[in-house]
């Protein structure tokens, strides 16, 4: 099998920023999420821990954000205690992992805050049991494609 770095780099069209590790395998065996660095080669931040690299999954969620998904999902957090609370221990679980930097799921430093449903899917399938990342994982159907998008 190829390079794991290669295929990213290829899934993304250019080469990965502070890429650390696979965290989640496709049922194909490519990556599909991946871990990051907190700072990248240059030394400059980079919030999100876990970056959703399968395009089938990062096109679906581009939908779901594109059809208002990140203002239902927010409105949802704030509305539903199960979800805030989840939210809430998502962003302390990414500070826990990530100490280096403040902010909580994609850099999120806005308590209760939601910015990227991309952020919070890719935390879910890297650490099961974020039920707010499983919920919006929920509206991606299918979750994966009949055949690898990686090529």
Same mark, same amino acid.
């Given at each position: 099998?190829?390079?794991?770095?290669?295929?990213?780099?290829? #899934?993304?069209?250019?080469? %990965?920023?502070?890429?650390?590790?696979?965290? =989640?395998?496709? %049922?194909?065996?490519? *990556? &599909?999420?991946?871990?990051?660095? @907190?700072?990248?080669?240059?030394? +400059?931040?980079? %919030?999100? $821990?876990? /970056?959703? $690299?399968?395009?089938?999954?990062? &096109?679906?969620?581009?939908?779901?954000? &594109?059809?208002?998904?990140?203002?239902?999902?927010?409105?949802?957090?704030?509305?539903? %205690?199960?979800?805030? $609370?989840?939210? +809430?221990?998502?962003?302390?679980? #990414?500070?826990?992992?990530? *100490?280096?930097?403040?902010?909580?799921?994609?850099?999120? $430093?806005?308590?209760?805050?939601?910015?990227?449903?991309?952020?919070?899917? &890719?935390?879910?399938?890297?650490?099961?049991?974020?039920?707010?990342?499983?919920?919006? =994982? #929920?509206?991606?159907? @299918?979750? /994966? @494609?009949?055949?690898?998008?990686?090529?």
């Amino acid at each position: 099998m190829d390079d794991d770095r290669a295929i990213v780099e290829r #899934q993304l069209g250019r080469p %990965p920023r502070a890429f650390r590790r696979v965290a =989640l395998r496709c %049922p194909f065996g490519r *990556p &599909a999420v991946t871990e990051q660095e @907190p700072l990248d080669e240059s030394g +400059e931040p980079f %919030p999100t $821990t876990f /970056w959703i $690299t399968c395009r089938h999954l990062a &096109a679906a969620i581009a939908r779901l954000e &594109a059809d208002g998904g990140v203002e239902r999902f927010g409105q949802l957090a704030r509305e539903d %205690p199960e979800l805030a $609370t989840s939210l +809430e221990r998502g962003h302390e679980e #990414q500070r826990r992992l990530r *100490p280096e930097l403040p902010g909580g799921i994609g850099g999120q $430093t806005r308590p209760g805050g939601l910015k990227c449903l991309h952020a919070h899917a &890719a935390f879910a399938l890297a650490r099961p049991g974020y039920e707010l990342g499983e919920r919006i =994982l #929920q509206e991606v159907e @299918p979750l /994966w @494609p009949d055949r690898c998008c990686s090529g």
